[in-house]
């Protein structure tokens, strides 16, 4: 256990910033997984930018690493014009 204050203080601040980061990314993941699932192109390419601005804020907050969040928006827009 930790014996210093500050110490006792970083433990807190992580818990709570670990639930935060759990929340922001499995939000995030259920977005791209009804994305994913959408077969109405119109549908599909109205959701886009939401989930893209999404990976994006998980990327500036090093949630996820940017070069997966490249390769999340690269085949997430290859899935919606793939859409007939």
Partial sequence: MANHKS???RIRQNA???LRNRYYH???RTAIKV???EEDKTAAAEQLPK???LV???AKKNIIHKNKAANIKSKLTKHVN???
Avoid: E, P, Y
């Fill in 56 to 58: 994006d804020k998980l």
């Fill in 7 to 9: 110490a006792l203080k």
């Fill in 82 to 84: 793939k859409l007939a």
């Fill in 35 to 37: 994305l994913r699932s």
């Fill in 51 to 53: 989930v893209i601005s």
């Fill in 26 to 28: 499995k939000t995030a």
């Fill in 16 to 18: 709570a910033k670990r």
